[in-house]
C-alpha cells in the first residue's frame, strides 16, 4: 500500500499554535494539496489553515474515521502535544513529502 493513498487522519494549522483544524481523507498528498490552494471551501479557506502539521497513516477508512473523531473530541492541549510530540518545530510535514514549500 501506498502511504500517501492510505487512509489518513492529519492537522492543518496557519502556523504554530494557530487555529487547528483536524480531517480524515483516503488520499492525503491530494487532500493537503486542495486545502494549500484553496480549493477546499469552508474552515480551512475562511481562516488559511494550510500547513500539514500532523498526520497519521491507517489499514482502514473505518480506523481513520474512528481516530479523527477522538481527536476532534480532545481538548486543544492534547492536540497541542499530539503535534509537537512528533514534530516540535511544527515544519510543515507537506513538504517532507516532496512538494514545494508555500510562498
Not at 510543515?92 to 512538494?99: H, I, M, N, R, W
Amino acid at each position: 500500500m501506498h502511504r500517501h493513498f492510505a487512509p489518513a487522519v492529519y492537522l492543518l494549522a496557519p502556523q504554530r499554535n494557530g487555529t487547528l483544524y483536524v480531517g480524515v481523507t483516503s488520499d492525503l498528498i491530494t487532500r493537503v494539496h486542495q486545502h494549500r490552494h484553496g480549493l477546499v471551501s469552508g474552515f480551512t479557506r475562511e481562516y488559511g489553515v494550510k500547513l500539514l502539521v500532523w498526520f497519521e497513516m491507517h489499514a482502514t477508512m473505518a480506523a481513520a474515521i474512528q481516530r479523527e473523531k477522538r481527536v476532534k473530541k480532545w481538548n486543544r492541549a492534547w492536540k497541542l502535544e499530539l503535534i509537537e510530540g512528533t514534530n516540535p518545530d511544527w515544519r510543515d510535514l507537506y513538504e517532507s513529502l516532496s512538494f514545494a514549500p508555500l510562498k
